[in-house]
């Protein structure tokens, strides 16, 4: 399969099955489109009957080209993964890579958008102990089979709210690092409001990322993330945020904003955050029932999309003029990139990725915390909910059979299960409205990362 397009001046072929992805000029991307629909001479002549200006013998010869990349696997690849889905995915079973840590199911936020019921998960505020932490990391080193690696996110509600803990509980995982041979790489998420030195002084020292939550311009940041007395908090987070990023030598840090229906036109949110000098960004579009007052409406589909196409230029402007920023969603290795694995499986959910709540529960991660009929087991007891548990593994790319004939299958795996879920019920499900959003997104990302190739001479 191939997926041939037109973005911001550029001709872009790429062939799903192989990864490869070909700038070409007008005749090639004609040829390239309507190959194989009938015999070479044919299509010749078909083509210089609707472009007579092009050379003949130069068109007979793209044809020819075209024929070689096909034989050669670089066009119209044959899907040779789908037979594999499933036995890949199998191959893991039981092992655990990643937990997200719930150390406060509250928050000092109460933003509307939360799908956390303001950290509450739709139940009782609560902080998780320093003990069911500790048997947190217990459970993952025991169920990580040979991994060496391990990932834990310090999530909430507002996880500085439970600061403590949290240094307690990546102090405890220091100290057995050696003795289990395994290597802790912790991840932050916060809102910014209780940000001081010695928040910044851990972090910096101990996260390997942090995540920093900024919807962008302050009218529309305060229309939605404010305090329980309605204000807003823009004006306290921002300053510690920029202290903060400046200590981490502006590395290993992510702006995490949120648009909604109150700013499809988000590429001025993130216009402000490189003023406030953030060069580490990613804007992701509000996930919630139709009819909220957040949703995002079909007008502000169309609106984000060409939204993504000017982030795309913009992003080309200013690494060529020697000030490049990174977007989350535009990082593709066009050459290497995730393995097959990922590709065809996906985040891992419910398998490789587990949340843990304040009382030590599982859940498939932190979208499906509350949700009884998705509680997997406990940190103590394992997972014993096993019918929910291979629903997640068996869900994958080619599970869905939507997903089958999608140029940008190899991409998305497949999306997340979560929003599936939410706006399909099913796990398996197909959130239409997320495929065209990546299904762009992936076509600025492959735009932007083949033109820097051809331009620093990589391609």
Known sequence: MIHAYRLNGSNIVLDTCSGSVHLVDEMAFQVISHFGEEEPEALCRRLLSE?????PQE?????????????????????????????????????????????????????????????????????????VGKQALNFLVANSGTRTNLEVDFFGGEPLMNFDVVKKLVAYARTIEHEVHKHFRFTLTTNGML?????????????????????????????????????????????????LVKARGGKNYYMRGTFTHANPDFLEDIKVMLDLGFNELSMEPVVCAKGDPAALTDEDLEIVMKQYEELAL????????????????YMIDLQGGPCI???????????????????????PCHQFVGEDSFKLGDIWNGVSNTAVWQKF???????????????????CSG????????????????YEDGCKLFRKRMECAITLEAKRMLDEGEA
């Open 51 to 55: 472009f007579p200006e092009w050379n």
């Open 59 to 131: 068109l007979t010869e793209c044809i020819h080209e075209v024929g070689q990349l096909r034989d050669e696997g670089k066009l119209f690849a044959e899907d040779t993964f789908a037979p594999m889905a499933g036995e890949l995915k199998q191959r893991t079973a039981g092992v655990v890579k990643a937990l997200c840590l719930h150390v406060a199911h509250t928050c000092n936020l109460n933003c509307s958008y939360c799908f956390a019921s303001q950290g509450k998960y739709h139940g009782e505020r609560a902080v998780m102990s320093f003990e």
């Open 195 to 243: 940000i001081d030195d010695d928040v910044i002084d851990f972090c910096n020292r101990e996260m390997h990322n942090v995540v920093l939550s900024l919807d962008g311009r302050r009218k529309i940041h305060d229309r939605l993330r404010v305090d329980y007395a309605g204000n807003g908090s823009w004006e306290r987070i921002v300053p510690k945020f920029q202290k």
């Open 314 to 329: 913009l992003m080309e402007k200013r690494r060529k003029e020697g000030r490049p920023f990174t977007f989350y969603h």
């Open 341 to 363: 694995y990922k590709r065809i499986s996906g985040c891992g959910s419910g398998t490789e990725y587990m949340a843990v709540t304040p009382w030590g529960d599982l859940y």
């Open 393 to 411: 593994a068996d869900c994958n790319v080619y599970a869905r059979k939507e997903c089958r004939t999608c140029w940008a299958r190899l991409y």
């Open 415 to 430: 999306g997340c299960a979560a929003n599936a879920w939410h706006s399909t019920g099913a796990i398996d499900g197909v």
